[in-house]
């Protein structure tokens, strides 16, 4: 009874800050309820008996990748951009579509029956170490799927480090404009 | 509480991602609602990953930890690129980036 009370509160929460998402105007209002959505995500995952997902969703996203999109918006002062309209005619098609899509989903979901398992393992972070860096020939090569990430996550910050750089210096006249800058 | 309830939220989070990546027209609200429209899914994966035993349940819950990973990639390379084009356009209107021009 009292993890549907928090669960609830939680869920209020998110939902709130979805919809605030969706209607606000300025960027950084709208990063800063995005920040509470994940905030209380994660509380519906320790909630659910998952802390580590939980733990790694306010480090990465609400840590990393949300103060991330925040001082882009505040580097590049994106809310001085007042021509451009929050909707336009096709945002009424969109919502349609997307409304019966959910509706569809939702007679599914209703139709299906699951419930809890009792038997469910707790993913704490002793459980989830010894499944994810299980090296033994026998095991299920999650590490393997570590290293992958890793090189992805490798590769994004090298695209990202020559994306944002003005010219590329090793281009000899761009070194020069660079110089001046 | 019952299983269908995360399953519902997760519903109405991932709609209301896909509308505010669709809908708006400013490109910071594009990113951000994919961003949600990822969290849903996380979030559906580990509400189904409960209603599994033993070995089952706990592959649910290390799959959210990969798709978090992806999405932090995805994130860093899309917020260079709207550096890149925002210098260029000078604008946050996603219809204004329709030409790929340099």
Request: glycine letters at 6%.
């Amino acid at each position: 009874m009292l993890a549907l009370i928090y669960f609830i509160i939680l869920a209020v929460v998110a939902v709130g800050c979805s919809l605030c998402i969706f209607f606000t105007k300025h960027p950084l209002y709208a990063s800063i309820a995005m920040v509470t959505t994940m905030l209380s995500l994660a509380g519906i995952y320790g909630l659910l008996g998952s802390p580590f997902v939980g733990v790694v969703q306010i480090m990465v996203y609400a840590g990393a990748v949300m103060t991330l999109l925040m001082f882009i918006i505040l580097v590049l002062n994106g809310s001085r951009d007042t021509r451009t309209k929050r909707f336009d005619k096709v945002s009424i098609f969109v919502l349609l579509s997307v409304l019966a899509v959910a509706a569809l989903t939702s007679i599914v979901l209703c139709h299906a029956s699951f419930d809890f398992n009792p038997d469910t393992v707790r993913g704490g972070v002793d459980v989830t170490a010894h499944t994810l860096f299980d090296v033994s020939a026998s095991g299920n090569g999650y590490y393997l799927l570590v290293l992958a990430v890793g090189l992805v996550l490798l590769s994004a910050m090298a695209t990202a480090v020559i994306l944002a750089r003005k010219r590329i210096a090793s281009d000899p006249e761009n070194a020069k404009l660079e110089e001046v800058h | 509480m019952q299983a269908i309830y995360v399953q519902v939220l997760a519903l109405i989070l991932m709609s209301l991602g896909i509308a505010t990546a669709l809908c708006r027209r400013n490109v910071f609200f594009v990113l951000m609602g994919v961003e949600l429209a990822l969290n849903a899914v996380n979030l559906s994966i580990i509400g189904f990953s409960k209603t599994f035993a033993e070995v089952a349940s706990v592959t649910g819950q290390i799959i959210p930890l990969f798709t978090i990973a992806v999405a932090a990639a995805e994130a860093c390379v899309g917020l260079a690129i709207i550096i890149l084009i925002f210098r260029n356009q000078d604008s946050a209107d996603v219809d204004n980036y329709s030409n790929m021009r340099g």
